[in-house]
């Protein structure tokens, strides 16, 4: 398997902000104090109020709009992977999604912080004689996470991935689109022949 930890999307020729304080300007002036942000395509942010993060929201589309795709908060959060702000002080109360081609507060070229295309859409490639020759140099589009790639390696050395407990708790099934049946162990080969399988893989956030 080959495969990448995450996308870069590309910057050349982007919207740079490097003041850094884009978020704190427009929220601190409207007695929405910020505890912290971190931001690059996407800002992560912490309010010292998480009651204000109505208020926040609509301040920063207010007076930002221009360069914002989207705002998440709430369940939007928890939707998105992360955890909830209400019970879990390590969850931002926002996440602010800048539109394409904007960074702030860097002067990098290429940024992986957001749910972008080229942030989250990254090329999987499998190789290995057990896929079926039908399979063998296909694309397979459908989107898969990460974390099938450790199910579907057990499964292909003949082992339980059942085993793992934290695919058990969290429903995680191996990738799908590749052919690749449970081999008896003592079939298994140090070497095999090249054939490719390739599928596009969204990284968990």
Same mark, same amino acid.
């Given at each position: 398997?080959?495969?990448?930890?995450?996308?870069?999307?590309?910057?050349?020729?982007?919207?740079?902000?490097?003041?850094?304080?884009?978020?704190?300007?427009?929220?601190?002036? *409207?007695?929405? &104090?910020?505890?912290?942000?971190?931001?690059?395509?996407?800002?992560?942010?912490?309010?010292?109020?998480?009651?204000?993060?109505?208020? *926040?929201? *609509?301040?920063?589309?207010?007076?930002?709009?221009?360069?914002?795709?989207?705002?998440?908060?709430?369940?939007?959060?928890?939707?998105?992977?992360?955890?909830?702000? *209400?019970?879990?002080?390590?969850?931002?109360?926002?996440? @602010?999604? !800048?539109?394409?081609? !904007?960074?702030?507060?860097?002067?990098?070229?290429?940024?992986?912080?957001?749910?972008?295309?080229?942030?989250?859409?990254?090329?999987?490639?499998?190789?290995?004689?057990?896929?079926?020759?039908?399979?063998?140099?296909?694309?397979?589009?459908?989107?898969?996470?990460?974390?099938?790639?450790?199910?579907?390696?057990?499964?292909?050395?003949?082992?339980? &991935?059942?085993?793992?407990?934290?695919? @058990?708790?969290?429903?995680?099934?191996?990738?799908?689109?590749?052919?690749?049946? @449970?081999?008896? &162990?003592?079939?298994?080969?140090?070497?095999?022949?090249?054939?490719?399988?390739?599928?596009?893989?969204?990284?968990?956030?």
């Amino acid at each position: 398997m080959l495969t990448a930890k995450h996308g870069q999307s590309p910057r050349v020729g982007a919207v740079i902000d490097e003041s850094t304080e884009l978020v704190v300007s427009t929220l601190g002036p *409207a007695g929405i &104090p910020v505890l912290k942000t971190t931001d690059d395509d996407v800002s992560l942010i912490w309010l010292a109020d998480s009651s204000q993060t109505a208020a *926040a929201k *609509a301040k920063l589309l207010q007076d930002q709009g221009s360069i914002i795709d989207k705002i998440l908060t709430g369940s939007d959060l928890t939707a998105a992977g992360l955890g909830n702000p *209400a019970n879990d002080d390590r969850a931002p109360d926002l996440i @602010v999604e !800048y539109k394409q081609g !904007y960074l702030l507060g860097s002067n990098k070229r290429g940024e992986h912080g957001g749910f972008s295309e080229d942030d989250s859409h990254i090329a999987l490639i499998l190789g290995g004689g057990d896929i079926p020759l039908g399979l063998q140099g296909s694309i397979q589009d459908g989107n898969v996470l990460d974390t099938q790639i450790a199910p579907t390696m057990l499964e292909a050395l003949g082992l339980n &991935p059942s085993l793992l407990q934290g695919a @058990v708790i969290d429903g995680t099934s191996d990738l799908p689109g590749s052919g690749i049946a @449970v081999p008896e &162990p003592a079939a298994l080969a140090l070497l095999m022949p090249l054939a490719g399988v390739v599928l596009m893989r969204r990284r968990r956030v």
